[in-house]
């Protein structure tokens, strides 16, 4: 009867207390007499409120993987560093809130994950899938660890620009994965510094500028390796698959998906324009939240938008527009503050030549092949690998 019950309830190995048979024998098997107690899941507790996994650091997430800290968080669930067991190195496990759509969008960022892993010959410049699996509800995806953000990096080291020869390294291997994904049909669709990880923590401290009220030097910290990873690919779609209507976080936002006129391969090309200008910048180009305000910006450092894609905008872009000819700004603007946010920006190569000296007029025409308003014009990536300004590099 014993064995009946345990074939017809079957339990997830992971959730098997240390007090049962099953789980003594199994450590017993395996030679570890003390994994029986150390090994263990922790007692079942309710997720919170949002449906994010609720744990405390030591405990272990699987007897397999211990858990550290916590690295990051965002709508999707959480991302843990833990202590692989099995293959003795630390990982990132992303932990995905229990709620359904969250779950489904997991499932195919797996498959995504896997397709892209299948085709690497180890040059994708793309994370590394290690494992998954399904723990109390909870889509678990482990990928190799790497280092903080571009985005982290640039905040603690209080959004000083990086130097144009190392955007130089980290746009030709962001290009490079991006077009890596564009040769399978894949697009990202949610390109920005935030997804695009340094491979190492290491860094190292250089002397910065004095600081005008005191001699004390302020110090800058460089990456010890300009090595990057694309992560994130719970919003990557087949380009012969239906399209949500928009994509993309706001700031990377392309025009074409502002304007409702569809989107494919080139609203990453255009989000990489945005990246690059903020690496070498330290700020966003387009720091707003709203759509007519982000058209104007556009305007004021791009020059018009094409009166063809003003003539076939959506119906939910129309109202930007007077008469169907111009952009409805500043007349449509909701504040003072949005006319001065526009006024305050520049032509694109007025705002780069403040922080670029080295390569200027490169990264300038550069930037205005990703920047081009009709996504037939713009620059694909491996046309922009290409570009001048990433030759003669080793």
């Known amino acids: 009867m014993e064995k009946e019950r345990i074939r017809k309830r079957p339990r997830l190995a992971w959730d098997v207390t240390a007090s049962e048979p099953e789980a003594q024998r199994r450590a017993l098997l395996l030679g570890h007499q003390a994994a029986a107690a150390r090994h263990v899941s922790p007692p079942r507790r309710d997720d919170d409120r949002e449906g994010h996994y609720v744990y405390n650091l030591g405990e272990n997430l699987t007897p397999r993987y211990k858990i550290l800290s916590k690295m990051g968080e965002g709508t999707f669930g959480q991302v843990l560093e833990c202590w692989d067991r099995q293959t003795r190195e630390y990982v990132a496990i992303k932990v995905i809130r229990s709620i359904r759509k969250y779950r489904d969008a997991a499932m195919i960022e797996i498959d995504v994950l896997q397709h892209l892993a299948k085709n690497d010959k180890g040059c994708?410049?793309?994370?590394?899938?290690?494992?998954?699996?399904?723990?109390?509800?909870h889509?678990?995806?482990?990928?190799?660890?790497?280092?903080?953000?571009?985005?982290?990096?640039?905040?603690?080291?209080?959004?000083?620009?990086?130097?144009?020869?190392?955007?130089?390294?980290?746009?030709?291997?962001?290009?490079?994965?991006?077009?890596?994904?564009?040769?399978?049909?894949?697009?990202?669709?949610?390109?920005?510094?935030?997804?695009?990880?340094?491979?190492?923590?290491?860094?190292?401290?250089?002397?910065?500028?004095?600081?005008s009220s005191s001699d004390e030097m302020s110090f800058r910290c460089l990456p010890k390796s300009s090595a990057i990873k694309l992560i994130d690919f719970g919003s990557t779609a087949f380009d012969n698959q239906n399209h949500s209507s928009i994509v993309s976080t706001r700031h990377y936002r392309a025009p074409e998906v502002i304007l409702g006129l569809g989107w494919s391969y080139p609203c990453d090309l255009w989000s990489i324009g945005c990246i690059l200008f903020e690496l070498c910048m330290g700020e966003a180009l387009f720091q707003t939240h709203e759509n007519l305000e982000h058209l104007a910006m556009?305007?004021?450092?791009?020059?018009?938008?094409?009166?063809?894609?003003?003539?076939?905008?959506?119906?939910?872009?129309?109202?930007?527009?007077?008469?169907?000819?111009?952009?409805?700004?500043?007349?449509?603007?909701?504040?003072?503050?949005?006319?001065?946010?526009?006024?305050?920006?520049?032509?694109?190569?007025?705002?780069?030549?403040?922080?670029?000296?080295?390569?200027?007029?490169?990264?300038?025409?550069?930037?205005?092949?990703?920047?081009?308003?009709?996504?037939?014009?713009?620059?694909?990536?491996?046309?922009?690998?290409?570009?001048?300004?990433?030759?003669?590099?080793?």
């Open 124 to 137: 994708s410049g793309c994370v590394q899938i290690r494992n998954w699996f399904d723990y109390r509800n």
């Open 139 to 211: 889509i678990c995806i482990v990928f190799e660890k790497l280092g903080p953000s571009l985005f982290d990096f640039l905040k603690r080291n209080k959004y000083c620009p990086f130097p144009v020869d190392l955007v130089r390294e980290f746009g030709r291997q962001l290009l490079e994965s991006v077009a890596y994904m564009h040769d399978l049909c894949l697009i990202h669709t949610d390109l920005k510094p935030e997804n695009i990880l340094l491979v190492s923590s290491d860094c190292i401290k250089l002397p910065g500028y004095k600081r």
């Open 298 to 394: 556009m305007e004021r450092v791009l020059g018009p938008l094409p009166q063809h894609m003003i003539r076939m905008a959506g119906r939910g872009a129309e109202k930007y527009f007077r008469r169907g000819s111009r952009l409805n700004w500043p007349e449509g603007a909701v504040s003072r503050d949005s006319i001065r946010a526009v006024k305050k920006l520049d032509h694109l190569k007025n705002m780069v030549s403040v922080n670029v000296q080295s390569s200027r007029s490169l990264f300038t025409d550069l930037l205005h092949g990703l920047l081009k308003y009709d996504p037939s014009e713009r620059l694909t990536a491996r046309e922009a690998l290409n570009h001048p300004f990433f030759r003669n590099l080793s």
